[in-house]
């Protein structure tokens, strides 16, 4: 079956420093997603990206936050300078898309950042 | 606004029990509904969704949708080891289709 697949399976960075998490999609999905979960609490939605642009985005992707689609199948999440408060596990998403087409996720980087 | 909630558990049952999995949300908009089970280090993985009321039945999963009072449940009967995991109700609620809200997610333990 096909899967979403994420690495690195975990990254460690300083503070201050950029992070890039890559994600490969579900070959024919067209919606792709990142999703992030703090330690005990609950998955929270990053942003959403669609036709090579951001669809939505939450309070907590700021302009620190980046997705890109840089070639056909990748899609990438950069943090650009890091915080303390970034450590937590993200999860790439893909859908086929249209009415409530359901989310498949990948097994998660866990961000440390120290 | 705590949009979907869920009793974090940890619930443990004996092999062969039924489960029940409990979830509450707050928008009347929500119409559709999403069970995922994630394993330890794992990601969330899609067992069933559901849209409005009603029951829906997969195997040894059913999934329940009582609009009225804004509650949704997940059963499994004849629980097994391999059902321990936390499960994540969640739902794409009222607005965009991409933005799942979920619940924290309930733990639960099937022993042998």
């Known amino acids: 079956e096909p899967e979403v697949t994420q690495t690195p399976s975990h990254q460690v960075t300083q503070m201050g420093q950029e992070v890039i998490l890559r994600c490969v999609p579900i070959?024919?999905?067209?919606?792709f997603y990142w999703y992030r979960q703090i330690l005990g609490q609950k998955v929270e939605f990053l942003v959403s990206f669609y036709n090579n642009e951001i669809s939505e985005k939450s309070e907590i992707f700021d302009d620190q936050f980046s997705v890109e689609r840089p070639d056909g199948s990748n899609f990438t999440l950069k943090i650009r300078s890091t915080k303390l408060e970034d450590s937590a596990m993200y999860f790439c998403?893909?859908?086929?898309?249209?009415?409530?087409?359901?989310?498949?996720f990948g097994n998660g980087t866990r961000l440390t950042v120290t | 606004q705590k949009e979907v909630e869920q009793d974090p558990g940890p619930l443990s049952v004996p092999e062969g029990a039924i489960v029940s999995l409990n979830c509450t949300y707050s928008n009347s908009a929500f119409q559709y509904f999403m069970w995922y089970r994630q394993y330890s280090r794992k990601g969330p993985e899609l067992l069933m969704y559901?849209?409005?009321?009603g029951n829906k039945e997969d195997g040894r999963f059913t999934a329940q949708v009582d609009k009225s009072s804004k509650y949704i449940s997940l059963f499994i009967r004849d629980s097994q080891p391999s059902d321990s995991a936390t499960y994540l109700c969640?739902?794409?609620?009222?607005?965009?289709?991409?933005?799942?809200?979920f619940g924290k997610g309930t733990l639960l333990t099937v022993n042998p």
């Open positions: 559901t849209y409005s009321s």
């Open positions: 998403a893909s859908s086929v898309g249209g009415a409530n087409s359901p989310l498949h």
């Open positions: 070959s024919n999905h067209l919606y």
């Open positions: 969640a739902s794409p609620g009222g607005g965009s289709n991409y933005k799942l809200t």
